[in-house]
């Protein structure tokens, strides 16, 4: 049968496959993008706001000025211009203090000034009422202007540094999918290798008890040994099979998981290129405590928390202030009173300064005003503890680190011993000095050794990757190109 190449994969191809397949990262991408039109949206405030209205309104009636037709008394005037009192009334006249004075219906003198309804007038200027009539039946009104903010007591400039914040916000949170992601991504994939290095270490094992049944077989035919020992390798067999049943079902599940969080199908099969599982010590990454805290994503988000609870505060500050803005408009409408009134389009320019002044409004912005204050402190307090959490997180995962590269060292120590003992004792049992059941304890105390060796190799590769995680320094590095082999 032909053996098809398999394709190798490295950690790093598995961490980029994860980040382009992963739904939360794209979630949280998406979040960026929106976090960043916001930011944009909030510095346009800044700028003027440029705005077009139009209204068109049908009345069913017109304006009148009278409700009927009036009449307006005139003067008649002399050579000189000057008004002809005796020639414009009717009103009989007198002489009171060598003065003449106009006379009443009743023949009593009177004031025209303050009586002027007892003045008889000779001419009246007809006054119709349609033309004081104006036709409103069709309104066309249209304005086109501007709004630019002067002072706005910083209510714009702390929207915008929310906004601002809002988007390293969600970079942060961005950052901080993809590092979870990269631990899940290194934990399958470690998990796959450890069952890889099991089931093959599995194999091996019965391959020892295989030889050994084969063995011992001989031996009882050749009566040097007992059917009891030859039902003990036996069971020893049956319990190396149903081992790497387990192991293999095992690699199977661990493979479908990487599969899935890689985005590949569940069914395929790969090579990875730490298959072959290295006893080398990892050298333990450390860098000053302060910079892991700035590195890590969490710390990013709260900081950015922080600044849009102080940014909030000040814009609830801000309530306090006045508000000023610049207004510039053109003005159209038809009809237009602009020269009389005439129905037709006529417009104007007009420009002004608008000032809000708030003054009492029953405490609603001292209120807003202390919430914004301890939003601001519980945000403060959020994040100290979560550098001091974080602190006594990263002391821990050093030790345990540290701890895993002992354990691994003291492991490796015991497969040498463990070998020893195994060589001994199959020298001895092939000899006939030694029991099958002092050879079945060597094999089994060398699966053992090796098996928890596998164990402190994985545990050392995992307590660095929480340790690169705490620290904030897991990070991406360019993908190698794939092999096949």
Known sequence: MPLFAQKTLQLEECRQMALAHNKSIQIAQENVKAARQLKQAAFAQFLPNFSANAAYTWNQKNISLLSEDAYLPTYAYNANGSINYANSWNNSWTVVNNTPVPLDANGNPFNPSTNPEKIQWKNKALLPKEAMEYDIKNVFVGTIGFTQPIFMGGKIKALYDIAKYGEHLANAQQENKATELMQEVDEDYWRVVSLESKVALAKEYKSLIMKMDSD?????????????????????????????????????????????????????????ADQNLEAKIIETKLIPLDQALANRPEIKALTQIQNIAK???????????????????????????????????????????????????????????????????????????????????????????????????????????????????????????????????????????????????????????????????????????????
């Not at 192991?247 to 069914?267: F, I």
């Not at 001994?424 to 049992?429: C, H, I, L, N, V």
């Open 311 to 485: 940014a909030s505060e000040k814009a609830m500050f801000s309530r306090f202030l006045p508000d000023i803005a610049l207004t510039g408009n053109y003005l159209v409408s038809n009809p237009n009173s602009f020269n009389g009134f005439e129905t037709k389009f006529g417009g104007m320019f007009t420009v002004g300064v608008v000032a809000h002044v708030p003054l009492f409004h029953f405490g609603d912005k001292i209120h807003t005003l202390n919430a914004a204050k301890s939003q601001y402190r519980i945000a403060t307090l959020e994040l100290q503890e979560a550098k001091e959490k974080m602190e006594l997180q990263i002391k821990q995962s050093s030790f345990k680190t540290v701890e895993s590269i002992k354990k691994q060292t003291m492991t490796q120590h015991n497969i040498n011993q463990a070998e020893e003992n195994l060589r001994y004792a199959t020298e001895g049992f092939e000899a006939g000095v030694i029991t099958s059941t002092d050879l079945l304890a060597a094999q089994t105390a060398w699966l053992s050794a090796k098996s928890e060796n596998i164990d402190a190799i994985i545990d050392v590769k995992l307590c660095n990757l929480y340790l690169e995680k705490y620290q904030g320094i897991l990070k991406i590095t360019p993908t190698k190109t794939v092999t096949k082999k």
């Open 216 to 272: 011992i077989r001989i031996m009882v035919d050749e009566g040097v040994a007992t059917k009891a020992d030859a039902l003990k390798v036996r069971v020893k067999l049956n319990e190396a099979d149903v081992s790497l049943t387990k192991a293999e079902d095992g690699l199977n599940l661990s493979r479908m998981a990487l599969n899935q969080v890689c985005g590949m199908p569940l069914d395929e099969t790969y090579r990875l």
